[in-house]
Every structure is written in structure tokens, then in C-alpha cells.
């Protein structure tokens, strides 16, 4: 599979529910819109309420709230029983966007606190999210899938992004894992690297950059529905990695 001129039909999502991580603004924002779009009600997950609240009201009934840290294991059981009281008895999309930059230093001059603050969010985060989930996704079988939002410094690393780096190197190998161990349950995991995108992230690892000179959000979002599409589905494309810019 190449990652230009990807060819497919919108996913219909009508009647199933889609959890974002990170779902309040940039990518997770423009992700939960579009599930929205294609009918899914979105379970909007992050740190601050605020954010998420604002992104709802834009969703209006498929929107739903549910403010947590994604480290935490106990509130992401409490997020599969809230799915449930929804009405919902599985899963069918799992965006895991979450994430923090972290230091923009070298390794030598970044603390342990800090380097574990990032893979404690980015990777294990990940983790506790995707394994919470893990039963209600196995109901929604053949069609769950799980999208793991990754990074081009997740697959070569690169000077002064130590942190960051090394989280999404994780992100790619619970892809990567997850999509062996789940394929018997019909549970399709991939990765999916955005490249540069114009997010408050973005601005803050690079501030020297000009902002209109980089994709939007929504630019993701094409990249995002194809592993969603019937297509992908009939293909059982899984344990893959692709660049976001293909499609753009």
C-alpha cells in the first residue's frame, strides 16, 4: 500500500460510538468532527473540560464529554461503563490523539521527571486507553478499529525531541503488537503520522515557523476516514504506519 492516491468511500457510522482522545482541539477536534460526520456519537476524552465542552456543543447530540487522564486506569474503566450507559454495547473507533511535546532539549539536559511525564501520557496512555477499551472493541467486530496518532521522530529519532521521540517509538510498537495479538478478535489497529500540522503543539516545538505554511487539522482527516472505509475494512488493513500527507 502505497500512501498517495488512495481511492475510497466515506465510512458510515450511523448508530456506533467513536472515542478521541485529546478530542478538545487540533487534530483530535478536526477527527471528532468528522466521525460526527459520518454519523458515529463521539466520546470526547482529555484533561480539561473546558476544551472538550466547547468541541460538544459544536457536535451537538453526538457529543459527549468525558474528562479524565488517560494515564489513569480507573478512570478509563469508568469511561467503558460510561460508553455503555450511553446505550452502547461496543466500540467502533478509537482515535488515541492525546499527547504532549514535552522538552525541546537535548537528553543529557532533560530530567527523568520530565522524560517520564511524556511517555507516562504519550505511550502509556495509549496503552491504558486501548486496554480499557479492548472488550467493547471486540464487540464491535469485524468493523473496530484503532487509529494511534504517531510521528515521523516516532520512527527515525531526531536530536532535541528525545521525549517526544522515544513516546512515539512506543506508539508505533503498540501498533504494531496490538494489531498481531488483536486480528483474531477483528480488531484492526494502525498508526497514523499527521507530519506538521498547524496545532498549539506545533507552535511550540517549532516557533520560528510560520503557521500558514503547514496543513490545517482537518487536512488529517482524509487519512483517518480511509482506515475507517469499506475498502480498508475489505483489505483488513492492519499493523500498518502511514504518512497523513499522501492524501493531502
Known amino acids: 500500500m502505497t500512501d498517495a492516491a488512495i481511492e475510497f468511500d466515506p465510512p458510515n457510522l450511523t448508530g456506533t460510538a467513536a472515542v478521541v482522545t485529546g478530542g478538545g482541539s487540533g487534530i483530535g477536534a478536526a477527527c471528532a468532527r468528522a466521525l460526527a460526520g459520518c454519523g458515529a456519537t463521539v466520546f470526547l476524552v482529555g484533561r480539561r473540560p473546558g476544551p472538550l465542552r466547547a468541541m460538544a456543543r459544536t457536535l451537538g447530540t453526538q457529543g459527549r464529554v468525558f474528562p479524565a487522564d488517560i494515564t489513569d486506569g480507573g478512570a478509563m474503566e469508568r469511561l467503558a461503563q460510561a ?7 461496543a466500540l467502533h473507533t478509537l482515535v488515541n490523539n492525546a499527547s504532549i511535546l514535552g522538552p525541546r532539549s537535548t537528553l543529557h539536559d532533560t530530567t527523568l521527571a520530565q522524560f517520564n511525564e511524556v511517555l507516562a501520557i504519550n505511550g502509556s496512555g495509549t496503552f491504558s486507553v486501548t486496554r480499557a477499551l479492548l472488550p467493547l472493541l471486540a464487540a464491535a467486530q469485524p468493523e473496530a478499529n484503532v487509529i494511534n496518532i504517531t510521528s515521523s521522530v516516532g520512527r527515525a529519532g531526531r536530536a532535541s525531541w528525545g521525549p517526544y521521540s522515544a513516546s512515539k517509538f512506543v506508539v508505533e510498537s503498540l501498533t504494531q503488537t496490538w494489531a498481531q495479538e488483536l486480528a483474531s478478535d477483528g480488531i484492526r489497529v494502525n498508526a497514523l503520522n499527521p507530519g506538521g500540522t498547524r496545532t ?7 516557533p520560528d515557523e510560520d503557521p500558514a505554511t503547514v496543513p490545517e487539522p482537518r487536512d488529517v482527516v482524509p487519512s483517518v476516514l480511509f482506515f475507517l472505509s469499506p475498502q480498508s475494512q475489505e483489505a483488513k488493513i492492519t499493523g500498518r504506519s502511514l504518512n497523513s500527507r499522501g492524501f493531502m
Not at 460508553?83 to 454495547?89: E, K, N, R, S, Y
Not at 498549539?200 to 517549532?206: I, N, V, W, Y
Open 200 to 206: 498549539a503543539m506545533r507552535a511550540e516545538a517549532m
Open 83 to 89: 460508553i455503555q450507559a450511553d446505550g452502547f454495547d
